[in-house]
């Protein structure tokens, strides 16, 4: 049996549906057994947005989602999902699908996961929603169940994550 360690909260960021946030927790309630429920809904704070780049800016809401579930007892777990478009300034990629912070807060957005094979055709719902599964419960192993990053491809906490393609690979599972 994995570790516990407190409580997930999955926060719908601006027009993220509520109800597709709601089926998530549904998923990982029924599939790992975790106490997770969704909060109410949020909006990316004042100076996010990176006009140059069109994107969103993960360290500004990291910070906000701090603030916003602070360290205590029981140990919360924020996990924000966007339909926005991603960027962390800590790295040099041009976009992100999700970034995470002191094993606590973290972003998740599904913008680039409707890339299908190499670019050129368009990813169908289901995939988008499985690429999208997997990069929530990436964060739920590492955040709530303390798990560290995979070398293996076939993994959920798989590191070398750089494009749709790699999603595909990965399991649902640990």
Same mark, same amino acid.
């Given at each position: 049996?994995?570790?516990?360690?407190?409580?997930? %909260?999955?926060?719908?960021?601006?027009? !993220?549906?509520?109800?597709?946030?709601?089926?998530?927790?549904?998923? !990982?309630?029924?599939? !790992?057994?975790?106490?997770?429920?969704?909060?109410?809904?949020?909006?990316?704070?004042? +100076?996010?947005?990176?006009?140059?780049?069109?994107?969103?800016?993960?360290?500004?809401?990291?910070?906000?989602?701090?603030?916003?579930?602070?360290?205590?007892?029981?140990?919360?777990?924020?996990? &924000?999902?966007?339909?926005?478009?991603?960027?962390?300034?800590? *790295? +040099?990629?041009? %976009?992100?699908?999700?970034?995470?912070?002191?094993?606590?807060?973290?972003?998740?957005?599904? *913008?680039?996961?409707?890339?299908?094979?190499?670019? *050129?055709?368009?990813?169908?719902?289901?995939? *988008? =929603?499985?690429?999208?599964?997997?990069?929530? &419960?990436?964060?739920?192993?590492?955040? %709530?169940? &303390?798990?560290?990053?995979?070398?293996?491809?076939?993994?959920? =906490?798989?590191?070398?994550?750089? +494009?749709?393609?790699? =999603?595909?690979?990965?399991?649902?599972?640990?």
């Amino acid at each position: 049996m994995l570790p516990r360690n407190g409580r997930i %909260y999955l926060v719908p960021l601006d027009e !993220f549906p509520v109800d597709r946030a709601q089926a998530l927790a549904a998923h !990982f309630r029924a599939t !790992f057994d975790v106490p997770i429920d969704v909060a109410s809904p949020m909006a990316w704070p004042d +100076g996010a947005h990176d006009d140059r780049r069109g994107q969103m800016d993960t360290s500004v809401m990291l910070s906000h989602l701090e603030a916003a579930f602070p360290e205590g007892h029981p140990r919360a777990v924020a996990i &924000g999902l966007s339909m926005r478009d991603l960027f962390n300034p800590e *790295v +040099g990629w041009n %976009y992100v699908f999700s970034y995470r912070r002191n094993n606590r807060v973290a972003v998740v957005s599904p *913008v680039r996961m409707d890339r299908g094979c190499m670019g *050129v055709m368009p990813a169908d719902e289901a995939r *988008v =929603l499985s690429r999208l599964k997997k990069m929530v &419960g990436k964060n739920i192993g590492i955040m %709530y169940f &303390g798990l560290d990053l995979s070398p293996d491809p076939g993994s959920m =906490l798989y590191r070398n994550i750089g +494009g749709p393609q790699e =999603l595909d690979a990965m399991s649902e599972r640990f």
